[in-house]
T-cell receptor, first 115, second 118 residues
Framework: DAGVIQSPRHEVTEMGQEVTLRCKPI?????LFWYRQTMMRGLELLIY????????DSGMPEDRFSAKMPNASFSTLKIQPSEPRDSAVYFC?????????????FGPGTRLTVL | AQKITQTQPGMFVQEKEAVTLDCTYD???????LFWYKQPSSGEMIFLIY????DEQNATEGRYSLNFQKARKSANLVISASQLGDSAMYFC???????????????WGAGTKLIIKP
């Protein structure tokens, strides 16, 4: 079975540009999480969805960040406008409600560089 | 207060030796879960092993085992017969029940960088 898929794997953009990161969770998983990882702050949870509904977006840094999940197999994280301090690795993860361990499975990440 | 503590920022270990990576946690919940993830230099986060607070046996997955000492609130990862491919960052995480609802969030440690020497 395919794991979590993220695209693009690498993104280099200029300050002020819009950036869209994409994620396809594991089929059958009903929770989806967006994380950001930096050297300074480690791994931070940005937002998570349950059955396509955003449950907790308290980790979203500011209004420049938005996330959507239009269906069970696709989610986007958008940054508009981007800033150099947004440079980080962005991970998407998913988990299955019926899994007693609640294990989150991560995608390969998108390495974002904002110049 | 920090809930997950990984006291070893970095470790060097000789190939084929066993490795123990430390993790201590703090929670007042009776029901919780502990996870270890591996992040190689390529960047992906790979789930290794899980231990539930009510699990009586220490979890094992191949060369990985979790030394769970509930009273001490420690959940150390043990890697037997280390290999060069084990060189990576290792993160300990705890599943914590959110107060607002029955959903869960993972609390992460800062990680330990493990380097296996040939």
């Amino acid at each position: 079975d395919a794991g979590v898929i993220q695209s693009p794997r690498h993104e280099v953009t200029e300050m002020g540009q819009e950036v869209t990161l994409r994620c396809k969770p594991i089929s059958g998983h009903d929770y989806l999480f967006w994380y950001r990882q930096t050297m300074m702050r480690g791994l931070e949870l940005l937002i998570y969805f349950n059955n396509n509904v955003p449950i907790d977006d308290s980790g979203m840094p500011e209004d420049r960040f938005s996330a959507k999940m239009p269906n069970a197999s696709f989610s986007t994280l958008k940054i508009q406008p981007s800033e150099p301090r947004d440079s980080a690795v962005y991970f998407c993860a998913s988990r299955e409600r019926g899994d007693r361990t609640d294990t989150q499975y991560f995608g390969p990440g998108t390495r974002l560089t904002v110049l | 207060a920090q809930k997950i503590t990984q006291t070893q920022p970095g470790m060097f270990v000789q190939e084929k030796e066993a490795v123990t990576l430390d993790c201590t946690y703090d929670t007042s919940d009776q029901s919780y879960g502990l996870f270890w993830y591996k992040q190689p230099s390529s960047g992906e986060m790979i789930f290794l092993i899980y231990q539930g607070s009510y699990d009586e046996q220490n979890a094992t997955e191949g060369r990985y085992s979790l030394n769970f000492q509930k009273a001490r609130k420690s959940a150390n990862l043990v890697i037997s017969a280390s290999q060069l491919g084990d060189s990576a960052m290792y993160f300990c995480a705890m599943r914590e029940v959110l107060p607002m609802d029955s959903n869960y969030q993972l609390i992460w440690g800062a990680g330990t960088k493990l380097i296996i020497k040939p």
